[in-house]
């Protein structure tokens, strides 16, 4: 039998993944087995797919992914700390044909831009907001964000988060799902290939309701680690999250087609 | 001619807006200005040409949606009074830094602080001293009458986009609550969303077939590359201070005195004017229309000529007479006058302003 050399396998028919053309080939600024790659990508992916690669408009954040302009390949803004939800509504209001979506950090869209969050969502701005809530200010340093666990070491509460002393971490995923201009609401993580596909599934449905002129605001969290922040390796960090993070923030749909999910 | 209306400056503003074909007005009520999104509210543009009216839940939002409007090509504008201006100086300082066009429009109010809901001019330092972080400036356009507040917003619409730049309108209380006569200009067309995507090829507005991304930020980490964009910015800083000064002057010809003054104060001076040469006081007046980029080549050949003396008229402590300081350099006297907090200056008071401090100072 001849030897099966490497050309002979890279052919039209073999190929079971592509990096989506929607990713630039720049490298990543993240830390390895951070979840902000992943959620990169999959974003992009549902854009290529659903065909919107020349009719979307996207918001990053300041935070980790201040560069997420750098890596998605599609025209895109980079807002000013907390302020993305009030420029997508510009954008979308604008141009009410083009496909509008934000990506922010927590301490962007649950700290600072609380206010921006809570009032396009409010308004139903008919926008994809994606929330990548990592517990932590990463870019920074490691400072404490809103939605930090009671008990959590960072830069600004080194001896652990006390709620006496900072407050309670702000689940502002459940609190929009509250408000009547939001249709779909939703919470998911990236850390292994079927909650990355879930995740995946969950853009894609949020991404379709705004193509397909569905009134409201689609929002998706994506609960990731923060390795570096949280001072774990990669592995260890992903099973915190799964044992710490996931009770308190638990994954799957909050709110459906403009109605509230039972709680589980 | 056009058609006449009486009209508050506020109101005008609002209507000339819509007629300069704006595609977007975002902005949260402040008094005095109150009236700019009211009156948008009620006229419904949006069934007239199109444009998008916005309620914002703060000024902070308010100038963001001008930003991602801005920066998809569309033609955007905000208004406010100075609390809300101060709100807006991060997000102004991101428009320019990001080279985005649209207007803002500011009816000065009393400060610092809350301070009052009467006339002021003490924002004159934070409208062209740079009110946000970073080397910028903004083009600024001081109307004086309520004719003003309508002509100067597709001037000012025309530098935006001309120089991809956030531009002021700075008027006060006192323009934007009173009614005069204006003659409203004929509407002008709104671009058509092919026609942006045409025109601004750096717009955000979905990335071409087969063409590169369009990115819009003010970031740039590599600190050698940012000075490069600075120099830029100051490049087409100095091309606007070549270009764009306006100003006018009125019985100047043989003044051996100026009156200096903007907006309300100059309303007030060109009586002043009157009084003093009834008196025998030869002055004149040198209305400053844009505070920046400022009329110092006009108060260089003033002092040239051998001009006795300028007095700076403002409602304030004394900010613009700083530039008129610069200009003179030492060469002849220079003073100060204004009632501050939202006090008004009678033209008398000017006259013994002239008077005392310049003519017998």
């Known amino acids: 039998m001849a030897e099966l050399s490497v050309k002979d396998i890279i052919k039209p028919e073999n190929l079971v993944y592509e990096k989506t053309k929607l990713m630039t080939d720049k490298t990543l600024s993240y830390c390895p087995g951070c979840g902000h790659g992943t959620a990169h990508r999959l974003t992009m992916e549902v854009i290529e797919e659903l065909g919107k690669e020349n009719d979307t408009i996207g918001v990053a954040p300041v935070g980790c992914s201040v560069l997420a302009y750098e890596f998605m390949n599609v025209d895109m803004q980079e807002a000013a700390h907390g302020r993305a939800p009030a ?34 969502c409010n308004r139903g701005e008919n926008i994809v907001m994606i929330f990548v809530n990592n517990g932590i200010y990463g870019m920074t340093g490691g400072q404490m964000a809103p939605t930090t666990m009671i008990g959590m070491k960072t830069s600004t509460s080194p001896y652990g988060r006390d709620a006496a002393l900072n407050g ?63 001072k774990m390796t990669p592995n260890d960090a992903n099973n915190w999250m799964e044992e710490n993070m996931f009770p308190f923030y638990p994954l799957g749909d909050i709110k459906v087609d403009g109605k509230l999910i039972e709680s589980k | 001619m056009g058609e006449l209306k009486l009209m508050k400056g506020n109101e005008a503003l609002a209507e000339a807006a819509i007629r300069a074909g704006a595609d977007g007005y975002f902005g949260y009520p402040i008094t005095p200005q109150s009236e700019v999104i009211e009156y948008l509210m009620a006229e419904k543009p949006y069934e007239r040409t199109g444009m998008v009216v916005l309620q914002a839940e703060s000024e902070v939002a308010s100038i963001n949606m001008l930003y991602g409007g801005g920066g998809t090509g569309k033609k955007v504008m905000t208004s406010s009074s100075s609390p809300g201006i101060s709100l807006m100086q991060e997000g102004i300082s991101y428009l320019a830094g990001a080279e985005i066009p649209c207007v803002v429009a500011n009816v000065v109010r009393g400060g610092p602080g809350l301070g009052d809901i009467q006339p002021a001019q003490s924002d004159y330092f934070q409208s062209v001293k740079g009110g946000g972080h970073g080397d910028y400036r903004l083009p600024t356009l001081a109307p004086s009458s309520v004719q003003e507040m309508s002509d100067f917003v597709p ?143 006009i108060i260089n050949e003033f002092t040239e000529k ?25 060469r002849t006297k220079v003073e100060h006058f204004g009632r501050l907090g939202g006090v008004i200056h009678s033209p008398e008071e000017v006259v013994e302003a002239l008077e005392q401090k310049i003519i017998g100072g």
């Open chain 2, 306 to 330: 051998g001009i006795k003396g300028f007095l700076s008229v403002e409602m304030s402590a004394g900010q613009m007479v700083e530039d008129i300081k610069l200009a003179v350099n030492g």
């Open chain 1, 168 to 230: 309670h971490p702000l689940k502002i995923t459940e609190l929009i799902a509250q408000l009547p201009g939001t249709t779909y609401v939703t919470r998911q993580a990236v850390h292994t290939p079927a909650a990355a596909r879930k995740a995946k599934r969950a853009l894609k449905k949020a991404f379709e309701q705004q193509i397909n002129g569905v009134p409201g605001t689609t929002f998706i969290e994506i609960v990731s680690n923060c390795n570096s922040g949280w």
């Open chain 2, 155 to 297: 001037i000012a619409f025309d530098l935006a986009f001309k120089y991809r730049t956030p531009v002021l309108i700075v008027s006060d209380g006192l323009i934007g609550q009173m009614m005069e006569k204006v003659e409203l200009f004929d509407q002008m067309p709104r671009l058509t969303d092919e026609e942006v995507f045409e025109k601004y090829p750096w717009a955000t507005n979905g990335k071409p077939k087969g063409g590169e991304r369009r990115i819009i930020t003010s970031l740039d980490l590599d600190p050698h590359k940012l000075e490069k964009h600075n120099h830029k910015l100051q490049a087409k800083y100095k091309e606007i201070t070549d270009n764009e000064v306006r100003y006018e002057l009125i019985d100047a010809d043989d003044a051996e005195y100026l009156f200096v003054a903007y907006g309300s104060s100059a309303r007030i001076a060109q009586k002043s004017l009157k009084l003093a040469r009834e008196k025998g006081i030869k002055v004149g007046l040198l209305r400053i229309i844009t505070l920046w980029p400022f009329a110092s080549e």
């Open chain 1, 87 to 120: 420029l997508a509504t510009a954008i979308k209001r604008l141009w009410p044909g083009k496909v509008v979506f934000t990506y922010q950090g927590d301490g962007d869209l649950a700290a600072i831009g609380t206010a921006e969050t809570i009032h396009a």
